[in-house]
């Protein structure tokens, strides 16, 4: 096997040998006893370039293992390896040689540049030795004067400290008259020293002196360290000085303490100076280059005084650091209780931030003195709850504007003003319900794009309380809804309504803007919160979940529940207000079927007066209608012969009835035509409410003529009476059919009702038609002729 065909680790292998055994030739060097080669084993290939190698045992080896055609291959493997080593031995000879060439070339080379650097040397040594002989001979020549220079400069600064001394205490003198009390210390702490050593010998007039003049600054700091006029920096420089002085300020701690705490007041951020920088941060400009304010300057250097305060009492009182760090938190606690009374009023973010830069810079001066009370995260804690006071006012911000567009109609029509447009009314809400949301998402949307540093830990939590805040702000709206429309509604009944006391106190326009209001909401305003994602992408993107709740708990604002809870509400109310208007009309009903007696009921002469009365509400109904729901389609258009005043002319059956003069005949007749005409007819009479103007109006009109067959059940009448339903009912054939969507219903109710008179009627004659059509027609001409005079 030749070298080339090895593997590439044992071609390695082979190669580091060969090297180690050109480059260690000493036989010498043998494997230890206790090493793998020394330990009997299997004789192998590779034991041929060990030291230990016996031919003899090898060649009888092979002899014994193989044969002679395995013999020969081995003599060819062994004739290429021995070739290839020494090609190899070749190599490694010649890449040595051109080693040992670069190495004879780089010495010749060091030894051209050598040759008169030793000249160089001798010379440079000559000049060392020549510069420092001149040295020696001008210090030998110096040396007297220089020693007599040091004498006098010694004995100057003796006689300046001594002339020191006995200026010290005219020195002191002037720095009570300049109160210069750090100056005066620091001259007398300077002097200790030579006092202590001369002061009961040459210096005893000055130490005396110097003593009284000090005497009056110990009692001139404790009079600043306790005066209230004093600033917090003052104060602290008096204590420090004191203490320099050995003075036992221990004893006063508890006082400095208290004077301390009572500065809070002074620190502390009020209400009223934040609303008036607020409304002066909104007359200026908003660049950033802006000058700070007065107010915002004066604050922020009392901080600073108060933060070099507490360093100042660290340092005189190491054991006072627990009551210094209650008093850094108790000043953070005050601000942000104050910036929750300032959130509860109408502000804006930026107004927010600007509040919360303020705290924060104040937390930050203080952090860097008094860095064990954790400052930023304690104010971190605080500002959580100033976030969600935040929030929460915004949202009930919201609802009060949303409530004020609702509620002016209450206020014109209690005023007696003139009468409120509903549609403004409607327009108005929309507006404050999707502009004012969208506001409030760009208004937490600048919030969370602030890089305050207060706030980059809070932005998953501000997130989930926006959210959080929708989701209960919604809830509260569908709440308010209900105070608003003057009902109870239980969601845990179908019809969804119960009765209340407060029903008659809402007004039925509001009930029904409510209505759509609602369906905007269900439709139009959720939808756009949660997908504007154009210009609110951050908190939009939100919706889908997130923030610090976790998907365990699921996503805080469900757009599918509200959607819900306002399609069942707009449900509620549109049902609400048909039950409203229809209660109304059917005061009007009872009143006029209780009031006359109908067993003495004279001969019809005309229509009579709540005709005209029923018609008005039902115009003021489909005013209402108009101003907010949007047009429908009508459905079960009839001809006229199926129930029109012409009718009445061409009807062969009511012919054949004229020509009849039996009493009981006549009732049969008439009995078994609407027999006919209700088998012959199937109506659908009471469908789905839709929110159209046809739709809401047909379900009152039907709602009404059942209330009226109800009322007209409940009675008796004469011959005159029943003529005066048949005339009043077919006068309002037309009128009722043109505002209805459901001509057909309108009809088959209304033929109810004179089935139901004709059924409580002693003697039920009709009227003949030509006095019947008479009637009408004297009727719609004076109603004609009442239009002009009144516009």
Sequence with gaps: MGVDDLPMDDKAKRMRDLLSSFYSPDPSISPSPDSPSSRPQQITLDDINSTSFDPDHYMNFLVEK???EGLLQRHVEMAAEIKNLDTDLQMLVYENYNKFISATDTIKRMKTNIVGMESNMEGLLEKIMSVQSRSDGVNTSLFEKREHIEKLHRTYNLLRKVQFIFDLPMRLGKCIKSEAYAD??????????????????????????????????????????FSDSESIQARAEAAVLLKQLDFPVESLKARLLEKLAQSLEDLQLKTKELSNASVDSKDSSKEESIPCSEPAAAHEASVREFAEALRAYCVIFPDSENQLVKLAQDLVTKHFETTGEYVKERICSAELLRVLRVIWKDVLLMDEVLHEAALPDYSLEAAKVAVKQYVASKFSHLLHDISDALTKVHVRQKDGGKEYSLQVVLETSKKAVLQGSMDVLLDFRQILEDNLELLV???????????????????ALDDH?????????????????????????????????????????????????????????????????????????GPAFVPGEICRIFRSAGEKFLNLYIKMRTQRISLLLKKRFTTPNWIKHKEPREVHMFVDLFLQELGAIGREVKQILPQGLRRHRRNDSNGSTASSRSNPLREEKLTQSNTQRARSQLLETHLA?????????????????????????????????????????????????????????????ENVEDEAAVDFLLDEVIVGASERCLDPIPLEPPILDKLIQAKLARTRDQIPSAS
């Excluded at 030579?194 to 000090?214: H, L, N, T, V």
């Design 66 to 68: 193989s044969n002679l």
């Design 184 to 225: 005066a210390v620091r001259f007398y702490i300077g002097a200790m020293p030579i006092f202590k050593a001369y002061g009961d010998s040459s210096f005893q007039d000055c130490k005396q002196a110097s003593e009284e003049a000090m005497a009056i600054i110990i009692k001139n700091l404790q009079g600043k360290l």
């Design 457 to 475: 830990n809070l932005k998953d939590l501000i997130i989930d309380l926006v959210q959080e805040g929708f989701q209960d702000f919604f809830r």
């Design 481 to 553: 809804f209900l105070l608003l429309s003057g009902r109870n509604i239980s969601p845990s009944q179908d019809q969804g309504l119960i009765e209340g006391t407060q029903g008659d106190k809402a007004f039925a326009g509001l009930v029904l803007v409510l209505a759509q209001l609602s369906v905007f909401i269900e439709q139009t305003a959720i939808p756009r919160i949660t997908e504007a994602r154009s210009h609110l992408i951050e908190i939009a993107a939100s919706f889908s979940g997130g923030g610090v709740r976790g998907y365990e708990n």
């Design 677 to 737: 005409k209700l088998f012959k007819q199937k109506v659908e009479i009471f469908t789905k409410v839709e929110y159209t103007q046809e739709s809401v109006v047909s379900t009152i009109v039907k709602l009404s003529l059942k209330s009226l067959q109800e009322f007209v059940r409940l009675q008796t009448f004469n011959r005159s009476g029943f003529q005066q339903i048949q005339l009043d009912i077919q006068f309002l054939r037309t009128p009722l059919k």
